[in-house]
């Protein structure tokens, strides 16, 4: 879908600021520019910065060899986007969305450092998976034109965005976050200020349930996945979904949600725990409860 055909509260958005490409930060410039966007993707250095693109150009090159878009439309979604290391250079754009580290002190520090160098009108977004987005609005001076945009991962492909609304975000802004999500072809829901959001708050209880039953012996690796995936219809088991979202991902959202909560369900257990700290994340480091080569 292409920006102008979104709702008329989405209009305004004409130029999005995106900080940090990495891989969720690639995937959402990547959907702003296909639909139309300029996009304008921030990163600490020029290295980091042209390995995000890249990582967009290739999933791009991939999708014309599989026939899903054509090399014209690859170029016109690359002729969209600009990479750059300087904050200043999101000073002309309408919507600007966080999405570095998943780390309070750290987000709070740039959104105030934005803060300063972008135009008093521009709506500011977090894509943060389980933090409080009123507390991040409160390091900026616009606290009622802040929204989560909660992706997934992969970003072009999933097709959900959990719009939050803070304490003091206004209507408008609202309404605006959940429009604009609409025009990049996505289906926006709805979700509480509240550790996890929606989808956190049910997966992560699962996710750290399915380790606990396998360090209690219930099963392997494997047979827990398959049980989850031909017994229930799982698209993938839950420790597949672990490898592929992250262990350390997951143990920190964990951390988040057990200390704003106080519920055992979101307590880590010490399997992930050690794992973490034995670098065994996933797929990203190339062994977590299954290896890849």
Known sequence: MNMTEGKSSAQAIRTVGVVGCGLMGSGIAQVCAQSGYR????????ATVSKGLGRIE?????GVARGKQSEEEKARTLSNLSGTTDLEDLATCDLVIEAIVENMDAKRELLA???????DDALFASNT??????????????PER???LHFFSPVPVMKMVEVIRGLVTSDETFERGYAFVKTLGKDPVAAPDR??????????????????AHESGLGTVEDIDKSMTLGCGHPMGPF???????????????NIMWDELRNPA???PPLLRRMVLAGRLGRKSGRGFYEYS
């Open 129 to 142: 998976s389980s933090l409080c987005i009123t507390e991040m609005a409160a390091a900026t001076t616009r």
């Open 240 to 254: 597949t979904l672990l490898d592929f979202v992250g262990l350390d991902t997951t143990y920190y959202i964990a």
């Open 58 to 62: 290739s999933f791009l090159s991939q």
């Open 146 to 148: 802040f929204v989560g």
């Open 195 to 212: 550790p996890g959001f929606i989808v956190n708050r049910l997966l992560i209880p699962y996710l750290l349930d399915a380790v606990r």
């Open 39 to 46: 996009t304008i993707v921030r990163e600490v250095d020029d």
């Open 113 to 119: 450092t934005l803060d300063r160098a972008v135009g």
């Open 266 to 268: 979101y307590a880590a």
